[in-house]
Each structure stands twice: as structure tokens, then as C-alpha cells.
Nanobody, 125 residues
Framework: QVQLVESGGGLVQAGGSLRLSCAAS????????MGWFRQAPGKEREFVAS????????FYTDSVKGRFTISRDNAKNTVYLQMNSLKPEDTAVYYC??????????????????WGQGTQVTVSS
């Protein structure tokens, strides 16, 4: 069982920055691919970014490329999402997820075994 706890969300003006953190339980965190997803009101959950086990490979959805950076610290069992140049359309609940045993493309939520409870990010115009 893996537990994920997100933090760092909040209210920020457009153009501002936030850094989300996701702390994971488990002794084998370094073996998990980690991802960030988000869900805006009335919309489906969408992929934001993912990072491979050793942190050497990252992948982003087009709308956040150049603005968001995913990283991980395996010594701290933590994955981060640095969000810069935030836009009102980035407003959503952000979830981190761990791919432990499932297979599948990193952009699909069904590929992830465990999820955090989510943290709200609100960007005002």
C-alpha cells in the first residue's frame, strides 16, 4: 500500500508561481513512476506531467510545457511540481499518482495504482 499526500496548493494571481509537493510512503519510492494530474470543475481529470523512476525522463502535456517542471527527491520520497507563469485556466484540483504495478501509457489515469487526495490551485485573473 502506498499513501500519497499533496501540499502546496493555494490562491495565486495570474503570472505567479506555486510549488506542489507530494510525499509518498513506502520503501521503494524510487521504483515508482510518478505523475501529476488535474481536474477542473465540470471537466475530466487530465494528465499534467510524469517523471520516471530515476528522474531522468520527464513528460508534459503541451499546455504546461515551458511553465511547469516535475522533479523528485528519492531520498525524501517526494515528487514536486513547480508551476510558473500560472494562468486562470490552470485552476483545478491537482493530484499526484504513483505507477507501481500497472502498465500503460503515462498520460492515462488508469495506468496509476495510487492517488493522493488532491490539492486546490486557484489562479485569479
Amino acid at each position: 500500500q502506498v499513501q500519497l499526500v499533496e501540499s502546496g496548493g493555494g490562491l495565486v494571481q495570474a503570472g505567479g508561481s506555486l510549488r506542489l509537493s507530494c510525499a509518498a510512503s513506502g520503501r521503494t519510492f524510487s521504483s515508482y513512476r510518478m505523475g501529476w494530474f488535474r481536474q477542473a470543475p465540470g471537466k475530466e481529470r487530465e494528465f499534467v506531467a510524469s517523471i520516471f523512476r530515476n528522474g531522468g525522463s520527464t513528460f508534459y502535456t503541451d499546455s504546461v510545457k515551458g511553465r511547469f517542471t516535475i522533479s523528485r527527491d528519492n531520498a525524501k520520497n517526494t515528487v514536486y511540481l513547480q508551476m510558473n507563469s500560472l494562468k486562470p485556466e490552470d485552476t483545478a484540483v491537482y493530484y499526484c499518482a504513483a505507477q507501481v504495478s500497472r502498465l500503460g501509457t503515462v498520460v492515462a489515469s488508469s495506468s496509476y495504482d495510487y492517488w493522493g487526495q488532491g490539492t486546490q490551485v486557484t489562479v485569479s485573473s
